[in-house]
């Protein structure tokens, strides 16, 4: 019997969702965002990010019209799991933090100009920034104020775990 990706699963780790041709318009449209945003370069490869929750069955995410708690379909093959290295002590801050965020605004300005516009506004990214920051753990600083999915992916201080297609044996 080989390892799902669920098993490997934590609360705090952070679930990745790749673009692919079948993904959604939005979820298009983001990448394209991020294509811009980047002048052309590299390959967008994802279009957004959420936040294990204590029962990892659930994630904090943000999603229009704001953050919320949302049952993870753990048979997506879009999703991917990574963990903040520096985490382990730490994810119980990070995942009080997410959880402090539900039911703010999606931040609409800050998905598609870049600059985070108003107070108690986040996207994706922002909300795993800001939930990392409360447990004193720095991700995605070096993106600026709004990270891109691709962005967060390339801090050093995550770690990637696999991918629903993996056979973890």
Same mark, same amino acid.
């Given at each position: 019997m080989s390892l799902q990706l669920k098993d490997l699963a934590r609360p705090g780790d952070i679930l990745f969702y790749r673009v692919t041709p079948t993904s959604s318009f939005i979820a298009r449209f983001i990448a394209a965002l991020e294509l811009l945003r980047a002048e052309g370069r590299g390959v967008v490869q994802y279009s957004h990010v959420a936040i294990l929750d204590f029962n990892t069955d659930f994630c904090i995410e943000s999603l229009w019209p704001c953050v919320q708690r949302t049952q993870v379909d753990w048979s997506d093959s879009r999703l991917e799991l990574w963990r903040v290295s520096a985490s382990a002590p730490d994810t119980a801050v990070a995942i009080i933090s997410a959880k402090g965020h539900i039911g703010d605004m999606y931040d609409i300005w800050g998905l598609l100009f870049g600059a985070l516009t108003a107070k108690h506004r986040v996207i994706c990214t922002t909300l795993i920034q800001k939930a990392f920051a409360n447990a004193g753990i720095k991700i995605g600083v070096s993106a600026g104020n709004v990270?891109?999915?691709? #962005?967060?992916? #390339?801090?050093p201080a995550l770690q990637f775990l696999g991918q629903v297609s993996d056979d973890l044996r």
């Open positions: 990270p891109t999915p691709n #962005e967060l992916a #390339e801090d």
